[in-house]
């Protein structure tokens, strides 16, 4: 599951038991409602100050991928606390909601437990943003802080020896976008962990297949922050195989930036991703 979960919007299947006041939700692979035979994730829910509290769960392992808040059983509107967690247990993101929105201070962490993000949101609007790059040694090689009130950008760049250099610029320099850079955008772990995650959604997939073979390429923009936008399939000849590319892009988790005169800028990125039946 991503590093940051977005809040469940649809109503789905339940059981309540009414003398303790639970409620038993089931979710396919996409989170949406699910009969308990095919459940990939399910959740308990209790009321608790007021607010309905889904604890969600992996089905194979039962182990707890989020908390999150409800204004009420039907999970139509979030609102309190949400934390999402990883396959060991440890915390991934952690925010507020308030009738829907983001609300307050959100922060989210790799898997190491280093800060990655830290942003504060006002009725659903980023107003600041302070994001943590280049861990070594438990501490961030660069943090960028973003002022969006006042639009201005600040980066602060460590060295091994502790030396910093800063650099302090309207924020006009996030709507510069690259189209060649000296360091490509990466996905985390390089070229071999972005085909095996994506080899992962194509079996997941695969019944859904409507070709024997296919390939896609596609482009979207990496910012300097990892996150991407923009994703457009621009030459596929299978409607499925474009799906699932364009999917794992957008729901996937944060790139690496791509690097000029050695600073993370904003940067366009293409992929290729092809398919054959025998890959399963």
């Not at 977005?6 to 038991?17: E, V, Y």
């Not at 609007?125 to 438990?138: E, Q, T, V």
């Not at 409507?210 to 596609?218: I, L, N, R, T, W």
Request: hydrophobic share 35%; glycine share 6%.
């Amino acid at each position: 599951m991503k590093a940051f979960v977005f809040p469940l919007l649809l109503i789905i299947s339940s059981a309540c038991f009414s003398q303790s006041k639970e409620f038993l939700y089931y979710f396919d692979k996409d989170l949406n409602m699910a009969d308990e035979a095919h459940a990939v994730f399910y959740g308990t829910g209790a009321y608790e100050n007021g607010l309905l509290k889904l604890m969600l769960y992996n089905n194979k392992d039962r182990h707890l991928i989020m908390i999150e808040h409800f204004a009420d059983s039907t999970l139509r509107v979030t609102d309190g606390l949400f934390s999402s967690f990883n396959a060991k247990g440890n915390k991934e993101s952690e925010g507020n909601f308030t009738n829907g929105k983001r609300d307050g201070d959100w922060v989210t962490w790799d898997e190491n437990g280093h800060v990655l993000d830290s942003s504060f949101y006002e009725n659903d609007r980023l107003k600041n943003s302070k994001r943590f790059f280049g861990y070594s040694r438990d501490k961030p090689m660069q943090v960028i802080q973003l002022d969006m009130e006042h639009r201005k950008f600040h980066c602060t760049y460590y060295t091994s020896n502790n030396m910093i250099t800063e650099d302090t610029a309207s924020a006009n320099v996030l709507d510069k976008v690259f189209t060649k850079v000296e360091t490509e955008p990466t996905f985390p772990g390089g070229d071999a962990a972005w085909s095996d995650y994506v080899k992962q959604l194509i079996k997941q997939h695969k019944d859904e297949a409507d070709a024997e073979h296919g390939s896609c390429k596609v482009r979207f923009i990496v910012d300097l922050f990892g996150d991407v936008s923009e994703v457009t399939s621009v030459l596929c000849d299978n409607s499925w195989l474009a799906n699932i590319t364009t999917n794992a892009i957008r729901k996937g988790q944060k790139w690496i930036p791509g690097q000029q005169n050695g600073r993370y800028v904003s940067a366009y990125k293409f992929v290729t991703v092809a398919y054959t039946q025998k890959d399963d």
